[in-house]
């Protein structure tokens, strides 16, 4: 009889640092970048210095982020612009790769396939878009989600993305699966980088708090808390 047991899935790659998986999949030399919802904009800024890229206009919605951004020391090649990618204020074919780091889900629901037609309109014809979002998984995905759980804004976006495909907007051209290290020194480094966010307010009630203090404390060890993220990145063209 024939065996009809599936193989093993392969197991997901642990992807320590995402800038290795950018220049794996995206033609950096010389590009003109979007880094939409940028952050503290650490990969935009990893990105010039080590002269990766063309260019980056690094866009923050939030403005109190925006403002730490422009305090920092400069750098040539590097640009901030306050602004969402749903209303993103540069002409057509302004860029040759968009990226996105965990903000997609972050665009209101009702935006979602706007940000699509800006990111579209604002690519170069062949122009690619890189999207990674956290997967709705996981221990920490499951302390988080006591106080913030992003489950629909996350299913969301990832709909989004399969609109824009089916639509011919943006053409799918790759989907990768990986895990993502996740540390944290104790609690209250957890507090400021994941609570004490100045783009969504967190206020925890005390029972809140307590259990999410409980779970995190379980996976403390001589050298804090160590998680892994499930993370997909989703690699799309626009038609040439």
Known sequence: MMDRT????APTPLVADELDLL?????LAGARVADLGCGDAQM???????????SVAALEVDARQHAKNLAAAPLAGLDFVLAGADEIPFPDASFDI????????H?????LDTAMAEIARVLAPGGLLYV?????????????RLFHDEEAVRAAALAALRRAGS??????VDERHF??????RDFGDFLDRIVRVTHTDHSLAAGTLAEVRRRFEAHLGEDGARFVRPMRANLLRRPA
Do not use: Q, T, Y
């Not at 599936?6 to 899935?9: D, E, I, L």
């Not at 968009?98 to 889900?105: G, N, Q, V, Y």
């Not at 895990?179 to 944290?184: C, G, N, V, Y």
């Open 6 to 9: 599936p193989p093993p899935a």
């Open 23 to 27: 220049r794996s999949l995206l033609p």
């Open 44 to 54: 935009s800024r990893r990105l010039v210095a080590r002269g990766l890229v063309g």
């Open 98 to 105: 968009a990226l996105m780091f965990k903000s997609l889900h």
């Open 107 to 111: 665009v209101p629901g009702e935006r």
């Open 132 to 144: 990674s979002e956290p997967v709705f998984a996981g221990a920490f995905n499951e302390i988080v």
């Open 167 to 172: 639509a011919g907007l943006l053409e799918p």
């Open 179 to 184: 895990d993502a290290p996740l540390a944290f």
